[in-house]
């Protein structure tokens, strides 16, 4: 079994942030693969499926973004799952918007949910590194990641979310490159190629 976690901040007012979008992807994954129906547990929501012929359990930690990680450990305890089966989908300021990238372990370039994450279990698990562009100076960042996606950028967005739910199987098959690969193609094809931003 995997674990893939969405990472973002629960509640209403931050459905739309551009911090939430690793929700976003991992909502998207249990929708295209009628994984239903999310309920409480692991100090978050959490569902149990099947993608591409693998379980999964699709977690959205509800401890806030800088407290991910205990929603994540417990997940991983009851499960008796190592660090290498977790997979988790989240905003990277230092991609451009709509890249997507995939890696293992590394630094956490400031991320609190990934930060949290790694103090809990450790850092050698597969992070979905979903870009958002950056907003060029380092002061106005959290503002930034907390506001809501603009109008203009939401068809990227949801595009992306989409393509990514497609092709989640890749991932679950441990494909990560073919995935990446698949993303980038298939946003290219909608339109989105380059800079996602800079495309209406």
Not at 31 to 47: D, E, T, Y
Request: proline share 4%.
């Amino acid at each position: 079994m995997l674990l893939f976690v969405g990472l973002g901040n629960p509640g209403p007012r931050y459905v739309g942030n551009r911090h939430n979008i690793g929700f976003m992807a991992v909502q998207a994954i249990a929708r295209s693969h009628n994984i239903a129906p999310w309920r409480k547990r692991f100090q978050g929501v959490s569902v149990e499926g099947t993608v591409g012929g693998d379980r999964v359990m699709l977690l959205l930690p509800g401890t806030f973004m800088n407290e991910s990680g205990r929603a994540v450990a417990e997940a991983l305890s009851f499960y008796k799952l190592g660090v290498g089966d977790i997979v988790v989908f989240h905003d990277e300021l230092e991609l451009p918007a709509g890249k997507v990238r995939v890696k293992t372990g590394g630094g956490n370039a400031g991320h609190n949910g990934l930060r949290s994450i790694s103090a809990h279990v450790g850092n050698d698990y597969r992070r979905v590194r979903l870009g958002i562009g950056h907003p060029g100076d380092k002061k106005l960042v959290e503002n930034y990641v907390l506001q809501d996606f603009a109008k203009s950028e939401w068809p990227w967005v949801e595009t992306l979310c989409d393509v990514i739910a497609d092709n989640a199987g890749l991932l679950t098959a441990g494909k990560d490159s073919t995935f990446q690969n698949k993303i980038h193609l298939s946003m290219d094809a909608k339109g989105f190629g380059g800079d996602a931003a800079d495309d209406k």
